[in-house]
């Protein structure tokens, strides 16, 4: 499993400024980093996976968004023309990406999962917390360095939610 440790060393190497916060107690997922650092959600970032089922077959897809703007299933399956979407299962989570689940950093995912980043993310410079892959830290850094790190199809949504558009790039596979 990817830690802290792991992110860190990389972004060093990368020569991006950020800092490993120490949490005062120990959390169980994403949702909680605004109580335990006193944060806005909308400055607390989340990984989601699913479980898409397309007509390709099965498989995980990650949406980083923030904690207040969560994705919502059908929104992701309306974009990806997906027949079906669930929540992934904590083992598919783990497996996917490498992390805890609950506590999937957007950093360092594997080149062959799918991940949409939502695109209220991009229009932002403010610092960002996100999970390490551990229950006690926090990544903190700059919105605009995280999603040029992210290697991921930025996506709309906000816009989304009402219009529910199919995008036009397949799944990774």
Same mark, same amino acid.
């Given at each position: 499993?990817?830690?802290?440790?792991?992110?860190?060393?990389?972004?060093?190497?990368?020569?991006?400024?950020?800092?490993?916060?120490?949490?005062?107690?120990?959390?169980?997922?994403?949702?909680?980093?605004?109580?335990? $650092? %006193?944060? /806005?959600?909308?400055?607390?970032?989340?990984? #989601?996976?699913?479980?898409? &089922?397309?007509? *390709?077959? !099965?498989?995980?897809?990650?949406?980083?968004?923030?904690?207040?703007?969560?994705?919502?299933?059908?929104?992701?399956?309306?974009?990806?023309?997906?027949?079906?979407?669930?929540?992934?299962?904590?083992?598919?989570?783990?497996?996917?990406?490498?992390?805890?689940?609950?506590?999937?950093?957007?950093?360092?995912?594997?080149?062959?999962?799918?991940?949409?980043?939502?695109?209220? $993310? %991009?229009? /932002?410079?403010?610092?960002?917390?996100?999970? #390490?892959?551990?229950?006690? &830290?926090?990544? *903190?850094? !700059?919105?605009?360095?995280?999603?040029?790190?992210?290697?991921?199809?930025?996506?709309?949504?906000?816009?989304?939610?009402?219009?529910?558009?199919?995008?036009?790039?397949?799944?990774?596979?």
């Amino acid at each position: 499993m990817k830690d802290a440790l792991a992110i860190h060393r990389w972004l060093l190497a990368h020569q991006v400024h950020h800092e490993i916060v120490r949490l005062p107690s120990a959390m169980t997922c994403a949702e909680e980093l605004p109580e335990l $650092l %006193a944060a /806005s959600p909308a400055t607390c970032v989340a990984v #989601t996976v699913f479980e898409v &089922t397309t007509r *390709l077959g !099965r498989q995980p897809v990650a949406v980083v968004a923030s904690v207040d703007s969560p994705p919502m299933p059908g929104v992701v399956g309306g974009i990806l023309g997906a027949r079906r979407v669930r929540p992934a299962s904590a083992f598919t989570v783990n497996s996917a990406t490498d992390y805890a689940a609950g506590l999937v950093c957007p950093l360092l995912l594997p080149d062959g999962l799918t991940v949409l980043v939502d695109g209220r $993310l %991009a229009n /932002s410079d403010e610092v960002v917390h996100t999970p #390490t892959g551990e229950r006690r &830290t926090a990544l *903190l850094i !700059r919105a605009d360095h995280l999603l040029t790190l992210v290697s991921g199809k930025t996506i709309d949504l906000a816009q989304s939610r009402s219009r529910r558009e199919q995008a036009t790039f397949p799944l990774a596979g």
